[in-house]
Nanobody
Framework: DVQLQASGGGLVPAGGSLKLSCKVSGFTMDDYGIGWFRQAPGKEREGVSCIMRDNGTTNYGDSVKGRFTISSDKAENMVYLQMNNLKPEDTAVYYC??????????WGQGTQVTVSS
């Protein structure tokens, strides 16, 4: 079974950093697009960053470009999201996601990130 487990959230002051981790299992990372999403209270879930399946290209949402970095360690089945210069508007529950065309999309449980002003 495809499983994803996110961790690393917490409370940080504005300008601080956090590194989220997502442990993946049950699939080969090369075969899936893997990404991070977030959902703030009262708002829809939005894409933060992803690693494309075909060529490993990374993409970022406009609001996090230059501040967040997605990476992966295939040997350890881990995906990371390094978040720097955090802002209060980054406060949300962050989710990792794996997706494969024509097969489906899988979500891990969220990890709360709270940025104080």
């Amino acid at each position: 079974d495809v499983q994803l487990q996110a961790s690393g959230g917490g409370l940080v002051p504005a300008g601080g950093s956090l590194k989220l981790s997502c442990k993946v299992s049950g699939f080969t990372m090369d075969d899936y697009g893997i990404g991070w999403f977030r959902q703030a209270p009262g708002k829809e879930r939005e894409g933060v960053s992803c690693i494309m399946r075909d060529n490993g290209t990374t993409n970022y949402g406009d609001s996090v470009k230059g501040r967040f970095t997605i990476s992966s360690d295939k040997a350890e089945n881990m995906v990371y999201l390094q978040m720097n210069n955090l802002k209060p508007e980054d406060t949300a529950v962050y989710y990792c996601n794996a997706e494969k065309a024509r097969e489906g999309s899988w979500w891990g449980q969220g990890t709360q990130v709270t940025v104080s002003s």
